[in-house]
């Protein structure tokens, strides 16, 4: 069994080039390290970034700036996980991704590097991954001054087509500036467990309904997961309403009054 507690270093945390960026991105760090395994590795970066509210820009961010290294396989690896974390042996559990993890070497600093090959070109550099939705607009590098952070040799992986979606949507929720949020099957489940007396799927149909009905009260692209999580809360501790077989009626197991208006659920 791996490992469930995770340590970070004061010497990446504390580093000006970690501070510089968003929280948004920092937050992203911080969960992707808690969910990593034995080795640093995350099988599915997408859904924690989903699940938090994080941006694609936040994980290009990460990788931008090689505080996380991605792989064509839509893995990613925390690149200075051994400086974060020291497991002892009897309770370390190898990754799963060992084909990632014989692409990779350790720096003297303990840092994870792409090996290189024979033709001098990295293995693992993932400036773009299909699969995954991944991918890193290095005009977004320029933009923000990071170019520093790439290897010389990405230069030329510039992206020239936008990624594929991982999976298709199951629905979507009209956000204020007119576009689509896609919600998916993986974000579904993890609220059925999060909220296990809510029907999910009914209540995002009503969040659908609501926002197309209230225009003008739309929410950003920014605040829609946590108007996602304030409704299913909400719907979550209203009070149960229990059949009883005698008269035929329900009773209230809860006097508790519940505010049913979500127009307050501004993000």
């Known amino acids: 069994m791996a490992a469930q507690k995770r340590m970070f270093s ?14 948004s991105s920092q937050c992203l760090y911080f969960h992707l390290n808690m969910r990593a395994d034995d080795d640093g590795f995350v099988g599915n ?30 893995v990613i690896v925390i690149k200075h996980w051994r400086i974060n974390n020291t497991i002892y042996k009897d309770r370390y559990t190898e990754t ?16 994870y590097t792409e090996i290189k090959s024979h033709d001098n070109k990295m293995l693992t550099n993932c400036y773009q991954n299909v699969n995954a939705g991944l991918a890193l607009d ?22 020239t087509h ?16 007119k ?23 009914q209540q995002l149909r009503s969040m659908k309904g609501w926002c197309n ?28 309403f229990q059949k009883n077989n005698n008269v035929n009626t329900y009773q209230k197991q809860s006097s508790k009054p519940v505010n049913t208006d979500y127009d307050d659920l501004e993000f």
């Open 10 to 23: 004061m010497k990446i945390v504390d580093s000006d080039a970690f501070l510089d960026m968003p929280m």
């Open 45 to 74: 970066p997408k859904r924690i970034q989903r699940l938090i509210g994080a941006s694609d820009d936040d994980l290009k961010l990460l990788i931008v700036k090689r505080f996380v290294l991605c792989f064509e396989s839509g």
């Open 96 to 111: 799963t991704y060992i084909d990632e993890k014989r692409s990779l070497e350790l720096k003297e600093n303990k840092a």
């Open 138 to 159: 290095l005009g977004l590098a320029l933009d923000l001054g990071l170019t520093k952070d790439i290897d010389n040799n990405a230069q030329s992986d510039k992206i």
């Open 162 to 177: 936008e990624p594929e979606a991982v999976e298709a949507s199951v629905i979507t929720i009209t956000l204020n500036d």
């Open 179 to 201: 576009s689509e949020y896609p919600i998916y099957q993986s974000m579904i489940d993890e609220w059925k467990e999060l909220y296990p007396n809510v029907d999910i799927e």
């Open 213 to 240: 009905a209230n225009p003008t009260k739309r929410k950003t692209k920014k605040g829609i997961l946590r108007f996602i999580n304030s409704w299913l809360t909400r719907e979550q501790d209203r009070p149960v």
